[in-house]
């Protein structure tokens, strides 16, 4: 229909078959296409709506669904998520038959473990990048630092940091 | 050809006795709820409501589940949601699991996005969401780090996670040509170490 949607039909119908270990590893090569290949928003404007996005209830690529409709309203926000969604969904469906013969089979484990790094890399990369656009403050980097800790450390609820985090910037100490 | 896996009741494993079978109303309506109410991460509470509340699986079929979504691309829950509606009711299920779980999300995190589209020239919520942005990254970074520590004693698999880190966050090389060299490295590394263990045994 128009270039817009046909692009982010292409980005993302790519990106959900790359997500092996989850959304965050697709992160930085969505932040690449949208920021700096087709420049819909800048770096810290994705930032923000990753932010949204987890402060939202749901699985956590929620950003997929708000990148789509930020970019080209309601019909973004459908192609987008059938392109995200759709790709991964039917190769689901495809291995569920496949599944009970392939499970205990030497290569999956080997297959599976040897991906672990990969994400590994990926998503270290996905923390730094989205730092790195979020933080324009010391205080902002110090809010990012004091919440890593504590949900590397604690139990304590996302909310609870997202929350308090929200208050301290509001205060526009230190911005 | 439907149900090339056998719905859990007629598994008979003994103990899943207490099984319930989900119509497609009730896949729909409960990866709803799910998706309204998870915030942080859908897995712990999908098990809980899968397992524990609805039980739809038993604990270790939900397990073994989780590990076919986990190892296919996609998001765990969003491909659980696909499997578990598949495994029960065919498409008709894979499509109403799949749909309750992000019919819900979608609509709030749109509700946010007008909101934040309508007053982000404000000053007050420009500072709120420095705030938030900051938080919400450093909710990532943990992540992170309990994915990447784990890899310390393993110096090849913390090698390959480094070469992926420095490709995509230093160089911003194009995802797939980075996945494209980096996995089958990876894979190789996981085979000979396999290999390794097999014959030390």
Known sequence: ???????????????????????????????????????????????????????????????????????????????????????????????????????????RRIAQKGLVPVTAGLVAASAVLIAKASDPSWIAWAITGVCAVLAFRTKIHPLWLLGAGSLIGLTGFGQ | MKHAISPPAAAGSGTDAGLATPSVRDLFLGFLGLGFTSFGGALPLARRTIVEQRRWLSASEFTDLLGLCQFLPGGNVINLSVALGMRFHGWRGALAGILGLIAGPSLVVIGLG?????????????????????????????????????????????????????????LRTPLLPTMLVLTPVGIALAARAARKQGGSR
């Open chain 1, 1 to 107: 229909m128009n270039a817009t949607l046909v692009a982010l039909a292409a980005i993302f119908g790519q990106l959900s078959l790359l997500a092996f270990g989850g959304g965050n590893t697709i992160l930085p090569e969505m932040q690449r296409q949208v920021v700096e290949v087709h420049h819909w928003m800048p770096a810290s404007e994705f930032s923000a709506l990753f932010a949204l996005a987890q402060a939202a209830p749901g699985p956590n690529m929620m950003v997929v669904t708000l990148v789509g409709w930020h970019v080209a309203g309601w019909a973004g926000m459908l192609v987008t998520s059938i392109a995200k969604f759709g790709p991964s969904s039917l190769v689901t469906i495809a291995a569920l038959h496949a599944w009970e013969r392939f499970k205990d089979r030497p290569w």
């Open chain 2, 114 to 170: 007008v909101v934040y589209e309508r007053t982000q020239n404000d000053p007050h919520v420009r500072h709120l969401f420095v705030g938030l942005a900051a938080a919400a990254a450093g909710l990532l970074v943990s992540m992170a780090a309990k994915i990447v520590l784990p890899l310390r004693r393993e110096p090849a698999a913390a090698v390959v996670a480094a070469l992926g880190f420095v490709a995509i966050a230093v």
